[in-house]
């Protein structure tokens, strides 16, 4: 099976969001980045789509920083149970 997460992201900012999971349950497959057509410098959504590689009880941890900083700006947790 494959899922998504969609997160709020301007990339303008330097923000972006990286994924941290266990590759031995899950794969990242793609991600990519729909801006708001409202104008320049806007935000817009960073989806990340995932495909489950075994049965499992796993995390993704969601940073949102700058690449060159050890700042994290916000941190999310999605617990994923795989049938």
């Not at 793609?30 to 796993?58: C, H, M, N, W």
Request: hydrophobic residues 40%.
């Amino acid at each position: 099976k494959e899922f998504e997460i969609s997160l709020a992201e301007n990339p303008s900012t330097g923000f972006r969001w990286q994924a941290q999971f266990d590759s031995t349950c899950i794969s990242l497959i793609d991600l990519r980045y729909e801006s708001e057509p409202v104008k320049t410098g806007s935000g817009g959504l960073e989806i990340f789509r995932f495909q489950a590689l075994k049965a499992s009880r796993t995390e993704i941890v969601m940073v949102l920083k700058r690449q060159w900083e050890k700042a994290i700006l916000q941190r999310e947790v999605f617990e994923i149970l795989i049938k």
